[in-house]
Each structure stands twice: as C-alpha cells, then as structure tokens.
C-alpha cells in the first residue's frame, strides 16, 4: 500500500498545485484492482516534463507512470480527472 499512498500524494499534490479553484475530489473504486482518481477544477490536461537534477517540480507524473499498472487523464467541461489503478495484492 505504500506504493498506492506515494502515488495518490503525487497526483493529489498536482491538482493542489494547479487546479484553478478549491475543490479536489478523491474517489478509490475496488475491483480486481484499486483505481484512483484524483478530480479538480482545471480542465487542463497534465502532461509529463522533463525534469533537470536541480528542478523540484516535474518528476510526479513519472513516477505515476512507473509505478502504476496504468494511468491515465481526462478532461470533461470545466474539470479533470487523473486516475492510476494499482493491483491487489493478498487478499484476505
């Protein structure tokens, strides 16, 4: 679950970075895998950047796209929608 908590840090911390108003929704949906999304106000799409050695911004996405089974983004009207999905490991 760490994995799951880092990535949902790293989009929820882009949506508080960029989105145009206050109001950022999380919604975790369990199926075969647990699917993440992260909603705002910004109907700009995100969009992977190269980061230097010395930049503090511009790595977030990447990491997603490393570590997540797959990722995606997609704007509607006025809002976004980031989504990762991760998959369940030792169900009980």
Do not use: C
């Amino acid at each position: 679950m760490e994995t799951a908590e880092l990535l949902v840090s790293e989009v929820v911390t882009n949506a508080v970075r960029h989105a145009e108003g206050d109001r950022i929704g999380l919604r975790v949906v369990r199926t075969d895998a647990l699917l993440f999304e992260v909603t705002d106000d910004e109907p700009t799409l995100p969009a992977m950047i190269a980061a230097g050695p010395r930049d503090e911004y511009g790595r977030g996405l990447r990491v997603v796209s490393r570590l997540a089974r797959e990722w995606g983004a997609s704007a509607t009207g006025h809002r976004k929608t980031v989504w990762f999905e991760q998959s369940v490991t030792g169900t009980h």
